[in-house]
């Protein structure tokens, strides 16, 4: 991963603050200079809404947050990418068909953020929403997931994913626990001395019980192989 530029979705960055590893932001801020991106969509989703709503839940993540953008870790960038949003919309949300009708795959801030990567020309985006992921990076086996929950046949519009493929062309899915381990293999948990396997095998389960889409089979054979 080249992590100079990372255009962020709201679910990796509650994932980390709900985790209390929103330093790892800091950390590759600071170590590769890294811009972390997000729209105005992802703050009003992490920060305003929360707050303005009182929702204690995540009141606590979205001060996280908050600070990460004053302390310009985070960088909120505005730019008129509505026309391609929507395009993002319409494709991928008649792209696959159960029983005739089509699968809301997408969601307005999740096709905002697609197409202010385009706009932008950024090919990294973190994301733990594990729908918005596997269409980008493989949308084959999101339909074979989607046919063995439903058991029917799913029928797939070959022409929209052709076209949805080329406005992702390019762009690489990471999810936070995949933040965590490039800021591991660069010293981040050297802290915990002996104990910074364990502290990385704690810290990646806390990551999939705050909402990151990692298989404990992928955590488990990731930390055997650094042993």
């Known amino acids: 991963m080249q992590t100079k530029d990372v255009l962020c979705d709201s679910s ?3 994932s980390l603050t709900d985790s209390g590893l929103e330093s790892t932001l800091y950390f590759l801020h600071q170590k590769f ?4 991106i997000i729209p105005p969509s992802v703050e009003y989703e992490c920060i305003t809404r929360p707050l303005d709503n009182h929702v204690k839940q995540y009141a606590f993540s979205a001060l996280k947050i ?3 953008l004053n302390d310009k870790v985070l960088t909120k960038i505005d730019s008129d990418v509505e026309s391609l949003a929507n395009e993002v919309l319409r494709l991928t949300n008649t792209m696959l068909y159960v029983r005739g009708k089509p699968l809301k795959l997408v969601h307005l801030g999740e096709a905002e953020m697609i197409a202010l990567a385009k706009e932008l020309g ?3 985006i973190l994301i733990d929403e594990r729908t918005t992921r596997m ?3 493989a949308p084959f086996r999101i339909k074979e997931h989607l046919e063995q929950e439903f ?3 799913i ?3 070959s022409e ?3 076209k949805f493929s080329e406005i992702v062309k390019g762009m690489q899915a990471i999810r936070s626990s995949e933040l965590l381990i490039i800021s591991y293999e660069n010293n981040y948990l050297d802290s915990f001395g002996d104990l910074k396997k364990d502290a990385l095998a704690a810290a990646l389960h806390k990551l999939k019980f705050s909402g990151c889409s990692i298989r404990f089979d992928e955590i488990e054979a990731y930390i055997h192989s650094i042993y």
Request: glycine share 4%.
């Open 160 to 162: 929209n994913l052709r």
């Open 33 to 36: 200079n890294s811009r972390f």
């Open 122 to 124: 950024v090919t990294n």
């Open 66 to 68: 908050k600070k990460a």
């Open 151 to 153: 058991g029917v046949n």
């Open 135 to 137: 269409l980008i990076e």
């Open 12 to 14: 990796s960055l509650i």
């Open 155 to 157: 029928l797939l519009n």
